[in-house]
């Protein structure tokens, strides 16, 4: 698993497969308009990463490029960019999709144990991962239902909890911090809690299409940039008469670029 998204960890699957299909949709988007407009694609492929293959390449002729009309080479340059946006919207409808109508029925969000604290009751008793259910006869569902259970617990007295794996019952140490107030020694989290392969599934879904949408969206803007190799380079050539502009336009976002880059610096 790679942390990618804040409070989301992807796949590693969901990865490879988003990369394969952002880079498809892109290459092929060019190769498509390319035909299209008559000029002859100089090689295709697989993009092959050790022996995962991670996209495809369409290479059209330069010079038959040039030889269009300027509206039909920024059409040809700007179709990548253009299906990589369509591609974000149907993701991010995929996505809701997913959130709205069919991740409820497969997971539900709980009051997880999170950890055990030593010397305390609950030490190596609670299992990492089970749900609690009920806090001294009350129902937990969730921070403020916890809070309200477990605030009347106080020191020697007995403090039951159920959770999805059994029921324990305990009796309560002071709390160093507040003398009058019990603990049992256990951490407690609030996340969702995904059930069998069915939810697991859902979940695999719902990282895939989001990270596709935010994959989509990130090269799609990035290759409007006015820089050589990116289709932005391409499309302001072909649209721009001044030269020197274009150039001065991709010096002006290379300082920008690094500008933002700076503060990466000291994290390193």
């Known amino acids: 698993m790679v942390p990618i998204i804040p409070g989301l960890d992807i796949p590693f699957a969901a990865g490879i497969i988003s990369l394969v299909v952002l880079l498809t949709i892109h290459e092929l988007s060019h190769g498509v308009l390319s035909r ?153 989290s609030y996340k969702p809690i995904i059930r069998g392969a069915a939810a697991s599934a859902v979940y695999f879904l719902y990282t895939l299409f989001a990270l596709s949408m935010l994959l989509n969206f990130f090269i799609a803007v990035f290759n409007l940039l006015p820089l050589p190799g990116l289709d932005g380079w391409a499309i302001y050539n072909s649209s721009i008469r001044n030269k020197r502009l274009v150039k001065y336009l991709a010096w002006i976002m290379l300082v920008a670029i690094a500008i933002n880059a700076l503060p990466w610096l000291f994290y390193i």
């Open 36 to 188: 299209i407009f008559g000029v002859k694609l100089k090689s295709t492929g697989l993009l092959i990463f050790g022996i995962l293959p991670i996209g495809a390449f369409v290479e059209p002729e330069d010079k038959a490029i040039r030889k269009l009309a300027p509206a039909k080479q920024i059409g040809i340059f700007s179709a990548g960019i253009a299906a990589n946006f369509v591609a974000m919207l149907v993701f991010f409808v995929l996505m809701l999709t997913t959130i709205l109508y069919i991740a409820p029925k497969a997971y539900s969000y709980g009051i997880v144990v999170s950890g055990t604290t030593q010397g305390y009751p609950a030490y190596n008793v609670l299992s990492i991962g089970s749900q609690v259910l009920r806090w001294n006869g009350q129902n937990v569902s969730d921070i403020s239902t916890l809070e309200s259970a477990s605030s009347m617990d106080k020191p020697n007295e007995p403090v039951t909890i159920v959770t999805n794996v059994s029921t324990y019952a305990f009796n309560a140490l002071p709390d160093p911090a507040n003398a009058s107030r019990g603990l049992v020694g256990v951490a407690l």
